[in-house]
C-alpha cells in the first residue's frame, strides 16, 4: 500500500511565525501536491512537484514556498504564518498518467493564533 | 478550463436508504474521473475510478459510471450504512496534466 505520512496532525503556531509542513511518500512518486481544505471551498491547489526541485503554482500559492530536495519529500513552508492560513492541509502523490489516482496523507490541521 | 459540479449537501438518510451524489464534469477529450472518500478526521481515500467511457468503478457496495454522453459520474449505493458517513469527492485527470481536479465535496450523514 501507498503511504504518504504528515509529520504532523496538529500544529498551534503564531502568527509571523514560519511554518513547516512535511510530507514523505514510500512509493517513489514523481508527482506531489498541497492543498488546502476549507469549509464550503473543497480542496484548493496550492502547489505542486513533477520532479526533484521542481515545482509550480496552484490555484492558491500566495503566503506559501514548496521544497523537493528529494524525491520523497515534499514541504509546505508558510514564510509568515498569518490567521487566515488556519485550514486542514493534505499532502498527496501520484505516479504519473491520467489513470493513476491520487494517494493522500491524513492531514494537518494548522492553528494560528 | 475543466470544472466538476456536484451537487451540494448535506444529505442525510437512514440505514438501508439508496443513495445517489451526482456528478457532472467538463472537461475536453476523455478524462479520467474518480471518486473519493473522506472519513472524519482522515485525508481522502480514492473510493472507486472509470478510466473510458461506459466503463463502471465499483468498489464497497458503490458504483459509478462514466457516461460521456451527459458528461457524468453519479455517485450510487443501494443500501447504505452509518459506517459510509463521510464526505465524497468526485475529480477528473486529463492526460497532459499531473493535476486532479476535485469538485467540492459532499457531506454524507446516514443514521440508524
Known amino acids: 500500500d501507498v503511504k504518504v505520512t504528515q509529520s504532523s496532525r496538529y500544529l498551534v503556531k503564531r502568527t509571523g511565525e514560519k511554518v513547516f509542513l512535511e510530507c514523505v511518500q514510500d512509493?517513489?512518486?514523481?508527482?506531489m501536491f498541497w492543498y488546502r481544505q476549507d469549509p464550503g471551498l473543497g480542496l484548493r491547489l496550492i502547489y505542486f512537484?513533477?520532479?526533484?526541485?521542481?515545482?509550480e503554482k496552484g490555484d492558491i500559492p500566495e503566503g506559501y514556498s514548496v521544497s523537493r530536495e528529494k524525491k520523497e519529500r515534499f514541504s509546505l513552508i508558510l514564510e509568515s504564518a498569518s490567521t487566515n492560513q488556519t485550514s486542514m492541509y493534505l499532502c498527496?502523490?501520484?505516479?504519473?498518467?491520467?489513470?493513476?489516482?491520487?494517494?493522500f496523507g491524513n492531514g494537518t490541521r494548522l492553528t494560528v493564533t | 478550463g475543466n470544472s466538476v459540479t456536484q451537487m451540494e449537501g448535506p444529505v442525510t438518510l437512514s440505514e438501508e436508504a439508496f443513495l445517489t451524489i451526482n456528478c457532472t464534469y467538463t472537461?475536453?477529450?476523455?478524462?479520467?474521473l474518480f471518486w473519493y472518500v473522506q472519513y472524519p478526521g482522515e485525508g481522502l481515500q480514492l473510493l472507486l475510478k472509470?478510466?473510458?467511457?461506459?466503463d463502471k468503478g465499483s468498489n464497497k457496495g458503490f458504483e459509478a459510471t462514466y457516461r460521456k454522453e451527459t458528461t457524468s459520474f453519479h455517485l450510487e449505493k443501494g443500501s447504505v450504512q452509518v459506517s459510509d458517513s463521510a464526505v465524497y469527492f468526485c475529480?477528473?485527470?486529463?492526460?497532459?496534466?499531473?493535476?486532479?481536479?476535485f469538485g467540492k465535496g459532499t457531506k454524507l450523514t446516514v443514521n440508524p
Open positions: 498527496a502523490s501520484r505516479t504519473g498518467g491520467e489513470n493513476s489516482p491520487l494517494h
Open positions: 475529480a477528473l485527470a486529463q492526460g497532459g496534466s499531473e493535476k486532479l481536479v
Open positions: 472509470a478510466t473510458k467511457a461506459d
Open positions: 472537461a475536453t477529450g476523455y478524462p479520467s
Open positions: 512537484s513533477y520532479d526533484v526541485k521542481m515545482k
Open positions: 512509493m517513489d512518486h514523481e508527482n
